[in-house]
């Protein structure tokens, strides 16, 4: 596909998008469209780390990244998975990930959101993050294989703690079986990463004061569940009535 009918296909096309079902549509070589119902099974569940463009058609910088994008994704094809979300048509996303901008490029490792980046990033400094990204990825060594099964028995954990949390106040957790697995699995990936239950839906700074307001329970999930219905992560929810 050439650059322009490239551009078109994402900016210009006129067919309406369903949003009631995933969605993944390939626009080039290693590069997809997605919607918010194929995130889990397209990031989440990615064996490639991705790098994933939330966009709006509207915005000159978004347009101006796409033939970038475009060019690393044929680059890094095998390595690094390359996906667009669409904010205006998947708006959760956006919510999910505290997007104030756009574009803003996630890097995801595992399932686990490792970077984000917000505003035109250019060829070089791209590169620069996927390269970043890449050095952390170093398959399955026998640290990693004994991680992975300390991460299952942590998940059970987390599981046990995060129904006892909601049951006391007053919470439920996620219905969905496969949405609530990947946040536990996110939060036993963190605390046998960084000792605590961070977010794993929020970035861990490094700064410990800071990064405290972001251990689960965080201290947003009280006002994100009275407004939103559930929590940043969609682990708790408000309970119906
Ligand atoms: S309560 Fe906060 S920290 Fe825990 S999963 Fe929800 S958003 Fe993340």
Known sequence: MGLGSFIGSIFGRQEQVKFNEPVVEELNKNLFMINTLAFEAEVGHSELPVVVDCF?????????????????????????????IDLKGSPEIG??????????????????????????????????HLDNLLEQQSGNSPSEV??????????????????????????????????LHLVLEGLARNRNKHGKNYCPCRIVTGDEQEDKKIICPCIY??????NDGSCHCDLFFKKKD
Do not use: Q
């Open 95 to 128: 919510k999910r990930f505290n997007i104030l901008g756009v574009p803003t490029l996630l890097f995801f490792k595992d399932g686990d959101l490792e970077n984000n980046v917000v505003g035109y990033t250019n060829e070089d400094k791209l590169r620069e």
């Open 146 to 179: 004994e991680n992975m099964t300390n991460n299952e028995s942590t998940k059970e954990d987390m599981h046990v703690w995060t129904s006892k949390y909601a049951d006391k106040a007053g919470y439920m957790l996620n219905p969905d079986e496969e949405s």
């Open 221 to 226: 999930h009280k006002d994100e569940i009275s």
């Open 56 to 84: 709006t058609k509207t915005c000159p910088p978004c347009k101006k990244m796409g033939p970038v994008f475009e060019k690393l994704a044929c680059e890094y094809e095998s390595k690094v998975k390359f996906i667009k």
